[in-house]
């Protein structure tokens, strides 16, 4: 281990330390070695305050060497010559400054320890490092719950708590040390088969990840050393009479026994907790010459025989862990800039207008490396659907209700940030499904597929459906339509009510649902995040909501048109087919509204010069056109001037001068340097619905900055 040490590399530090906490019992009769090895910790300590000089790393092995060669000896003459070295062996400054634990130092109150030897970036890092294990957590309780015999993910639901508890134990973190030791104890009997994973179990573990989340939070806001509130301390009681009933403490041994009585066991608790669980309780039972090594092991083998299963402060879990990649963290400002560079770099490359072979092998490599470079920002929707099913678990509980939940598409890659927007929408969604769609029994399908350019997640259950009387009732209550023209409403425009802030058919206000609120929020999120929801539903069948949104990355498949002088880009998910039509082909209705009929489709034109204010909408004896669909795949005729070609763009987002503008949502630099504005076809279909774009319109161009 210290082989592959290099300065600055803290975790493994950490592992070194831990590994020489453990040969404390083998010099349990030794002074001067239990010291050597509290001065060699010390001494340690001051790594991660920059304390030691070029020599650390040979110091440090030579005071191991010392440590092994002690153990190493048979005759007492030998080991008082080693001990003697020990005596004698000057680590280093900090060690001159800080001379070992007295009763002064020890223990260092949480804060001063932290502050003395926490960065700030460590604590980001255990916060980040601890919150995607308790994702992990979460996501293996509710396997365990479905298949309670899976060893394999007990076994890994082990490691991860056992992993935050360790980290914790070299943080100084001790309520969330305390807090995963004790949900540790409960995992190891259901490990050894002595606690059955029932229903209570279960919401012990969850309600423990719960909490766990908490503690991060206040320590993310600079809150290390939050004091044990009464919820929590409950909670850690719940705990330890869980693991009572399975197996007794090995401090209730030793008392049963005679070897201690409750106030030495509660001072050892007590020592255990203020060092984060980072040491054992026989192990502080012996250092303080409280009980014999002797009494220890005979006490052990009791608590072993009470219990019938190896005891948790004999054996440390196991250390076989199936290979994964390696993963580091980075920045993400880091990542911005690399995918940023190799962005400008594809555009460059697009302003050379050399085709040898060489070249091609050149822009082939670079669209690989923009590829995985753009991955680096994505992650699966695992954790996302985890949080789904736990919602689901607990609601259908509380509402009494037979609900199963099933995910496809969870593997599928999506920008991080994106995920994290969907958290909020998916919770209202899915609480909407199980409380207005469901009524005693069913199942909720949660799924994420990519169409194109685009991500849609899908959320739909197979309850009543969606009640279009009820509906249109509230709404001609509230007045948001008036009586004449509710009957001409179709069912989208109808069901598009329930987006509306403070709408719900439900007569009173639940915990879950009835305020209204929930639609409204998933439809504000949706929109601020440049996406669309839709509404599929039958009476009786059940209802699907259907949230779209564009892939947040940045090369698109795209159409390069022409509108006058404009260069467009309109993206290829939207595009149906490309075609020329005689202007005897459009038909007029009211005078100036414009529609084709294409293979007995009736569909409505969209000029687009109109739609945006824009010039163009040349002369010319054929039109061009482009059959692009919205969300809900409804077919529109969009007329321009000219296609110039398909390719992949990089695609640059616009300024915040242009960031309320309706029917363009990015832009890109093309061969030659020319600039293309990528078209919303969603908001450039809604946009001409408002302003008339089969016709002149006057005010577009102002309608399109609105």
């Known amino acids: 281990m210290l082989a592959k040490f290099e300065p600055g590399d803290l975790m493994l530090l950490s592992d070194i330390m831990d590994s020489l906490k453990g040969m404390r019992d083998l010099y349990s009769g030794s002074p001067v070695g239990q010291d050597f090895i509290e001065r060699t910790l010390a001494?340690?300590?001051g790594q991660f305050k920059g304390a030691q000089g070029?020599?650390?790393?040979e110091k440090l092995s030579l005071a191991i060497e010392l440590l092994q060669k002690c153990e190493g000896q048979s005759t007492d003459a030998a080991r008082a010559r080693i001990e003697g070295e020990?005596?004698?062996?000057?680590?280093?400054?900090?060690?001159a400054a800080h001379p070992g634990p007295t009763d002064e130092t020890k223990p260092i109150p949480v804060k001063t320890q932290a502050n003395a030897f926490l960065r700030e970036e460590s604590v980001a890092l255990f916060i980040s490092e601890a919150k995607e294990r308790l994702s992990q957590a979460q996501e293996l309780v509710l396997i365990l719950e479905a298949s309670p015999n899976d060893a394999g993910s007990l076994a890994a639901l082990f490691r991860a708590f056992h992993t935050i508890k360790g980290e914790c134990g070299f943080m100084h973190f001790s309520h969330l040390g305390?807090?995963?030791?004790?949900?540790e104890n409960v995992l190891d009997l259901l490990r050894g088969g002595k606690l059955a994973l029932t229903r209570s179990v279960v919401d012990l573990l969850l309600g423990g990840i719960d909490r766990s989340h908490l503690i991060l939070e206040n320590i993310a806001e600079g809150d290390w050393d939050t004091t044990v509130g009464p919820e929590l301390s409950a909670y850690l009681v719940e705990l330890g009479r869980c693991s009572s009933r399975a197996q007794p403490s090995l401090g209730d041994v030793l008392i049963q026994s005679g070897k201690l009585d409750e106030g030495r066991v509660e001072e050892i608790?007590?020592?255990?907790?203020s060092g984060s669980f980072s040491q054992r309780f026989g192990e502080i039972a012996v250092k303080e010459a409280l009980i014999s090594s002797g009494d220890l092991r005979q006490a052990l083998v009791q608590q072993s025989m009470a219990a019938a299963i190896p005891d948790s402060e004999m054996a440390e879990p196991g250390a076989a862990e199936s290979q994964q990649d390696e993963i580091i963290k980075v920045r993400i400002d880091k990542v911005n800039f690399l995918v940023d560079m190799i962005g400008e770099l594809t555009i460059a490359l697009g302003q050379v207008s050399e085709s040898s072979v060489a070249m091609a092998q050149v822009r082939k490599i670079t669209r690989s490396l923009q590829v995985g470079a753009m991955e680096l920002r994505t992650d699966t929707m695992h954790g996302l659907f985890s949080t789904a099913k736990r919602i689901v678990r607990d609601l259908s509980h509380s509402l009494e209700k037979q609900v199963g939940i099933h995910s496809e598409g969870e593997d599928l890659e999506v920008d991080r940030h994106l995920i994290k927007k969907l958290e909020e929408p998916l919770m209202h969604l899915v609480r909407n499904a199980l409380d207005h769609g469901i009524d005693a029994s069913g199942s909720i399908r949660i799924a994420a597929v990519r169409r194109g350019s685009t991500i849609e997640i899908t959320v739909e259950d197979d309850g009543r459906g969606l009640d279009r009387e009820a509906i249109l009732a509230k709404a001609l209550e509230r007045s948001l339509v008036v009586p004449q023209a509710a009957a001409s409403l179709s069912d989208n425009q109808v069901f598009d009510f329930i987006?509306?802030?403070?709408?719900?058919t439900k007569a009173s206000a639940t915990q879950v649902s009835g305020r209204g609120v929930g639609l409204d929020i998933v439809k504000s999120m949706v929109k601020a995040s440049r996406g669309t929801i839709s509404i599929r539903t039958a009476p009786g069948k059940g209802t699907a909501f259907i949230m779209t949104f564009p892939i947040s990355t940045a090369i698109i498949d795209g159409l390069v048109v022409k509108v006058g002088d404009n260069t467009l880009i309109i993206p290829t998910s939207s595009v149906v087919e490309l075609l020329k039509v005689k202007d005897s082909q459009l038909s007029r209705v009211n005078g100036d509204i414009e529609l084709i009929t294409l293979r007995e489709k009736v569909m409505p034109v969209l000029r687009l010069d109109r739609?945006?204010?824009?010039?163009?909408?040349?002369d010319a004896k054929y039109l061009v056109g482009i059959v692009v669909e919205n969300s809900e795949h409804i077919p529109h005729f969009l007329v321009i001037d000219e296609v110039v070609a398909k390719r992949e763009v990089v695609v640059k987002p616009l300024g915040p001068r242009f960031r309320k503008m309706r029917g363009i949502t990015a832009g890109t630099v093309l061969p030659g340097g020319t600039i293309g504005l990528v078209i919303d076809v969603e908001q450039l279909i809604n946009l001409a619905l408002q302003t008339g774009g089969a016709r002149p319109a006057q005010g577009a161009k102002e309608a399109a900055w609105k």
């Not at 608790?269 to 907790?273: D, K, N, T, V, Y």
């Open 499 to 504: 987006f509306q802030p403070g709408f719900s």
């Open 54 to 57: 070029g020599d650390f790393h």
């Open 269 to 273: 608790l007590s020592e255990q907790r």
């Open 43 to 45: 001494w340690i300590a």
């Open 86 to 95: 020990m005596q004698g062996f000057a680590l280093g400054n900090f060690e």
């Open 611 to 618: 739609v945006l204010g824009i010039g163009g909408g040349r």
């Open 178 to 183: 305390e807090l995963t030791h004790s949900l």
